[in-house]
T-cell receptor, first 113, second 113 residues
Framework: EAGVAQSPRYKIIEKRQSVAFWCNPISGHATLYWYQQILGQGPKLLIQFQNNGVVDDSQLPKDRFSAERLKGVDSTLKIQPAKLEDSAVYLC???????????FGEGSRLTVL | DQQVKQNSPSLSVQEGRISILNCDYTNSMFDYFLWYKKYPAEGPTFLISISSIKDKNEDGRFTVFLNKSAKHLSLHIVPSQPGDSAVYFCAASATGGGNKLTFGTGTQLKVEL
């Protein structure tokens, strides 16, 4: 079974530029999550989708972050404009409805200069 | 507000000995707890979980203990092996929370030969 796929693995941009991250969850997983992990901290939930609807985006900085999950499969997380404090690893995860276990991708490491 | 706390940022043990990683939580609504293991440049991978109706769950060398009255859980690894060297995250979720996980800040375990 293929795992959660994310791209790009690494991205370096200057502040005020934009960036987009892509995630393809495990086949059949209805729930998709984007987490932000800043160095030295635990992952923090940014947004949770169930199929193509948003379940929780309470911690998403909506003035600069946006995310979508078209057709209930792939998802894209965008940051525009980026700030220095957005430097982090962006983790995508997916889960089946009835399971408490989340499966994570390898993450996309963003460096904002 | 850190609802899941891992107060030891690092732990060093000798190969063959027991590793004990600790985690405390403050939200009494949490009823499902998980441990994730993370190697550098990889996403977190699920290790073991426990429901609040239990006080112990065992899987091979890994055992998780839950003390609900103290809002404390611990992960025991016996015997510790060099391949166990990684960052361990404690995570918690609440029924009705849609599998949303709240993570601790992680403990870096180093198993020395």
């Amino acid at each position: 079974e293929a795992g959660v796929a994310q791209s790009p693995r690494y991205k370096i941009i200057e502040k005020r530029q934009s960036v987009a991250f892509w995630c393809n969850p495990i086949s059949g997983h209805a729930t998709l999550y984007w987490y932000q992990q800043i160095l030295g901290q635990g992952p923090k939930l940014l947004i949770q989708f169930q199929n193509n609807g948003v379940v929780d985006d309470s911690q998403l900085p909506k003035d600069r972050f946006s995310a979508e999950r078209l057709k209930g499969v792939d998802s894209t997380l965008k940051i525009q404009p980026a700030k220095l404090e957005d430097s982090a690893v962006y983790l995508c995860a997916s889960s089946q409805l009835a399971s408490g276990e989340l499966f994570f991708g390898e993450g996309s490491r963003l460096t904002v200069l | 507000d850190q609802q899941v706390k891992q107060n030891s940022p690092s732990l060093s043990v000798q190969e063959g000995r027991i590793s004990i990683l600790n985690c405390d939580y403050t939200n009494s609504m949490f009823d499902y707890f998980l441990w994730y293991k993370k190697y550098p440049a990889e996403g977190p991978t699920f290790l073991i979980s426990i429901s609040s109706i239990k006080d112990k769950n065992e899987d091979g060398r890994f055992t998780v203990f839950l003390n609900k009255s103290a809002k404390h859980l611990s992960l025991h690894i016996v015997p510790s092996q060099p391949g166990d060297s990684a960052v361990y995250f404690c995570a918690a979720s609440a029924t009705g929370g849609g599998n949303k996980l709240t993570f601790g800040t992680g403990t870096q375990l180093k198993v020395e030969l």
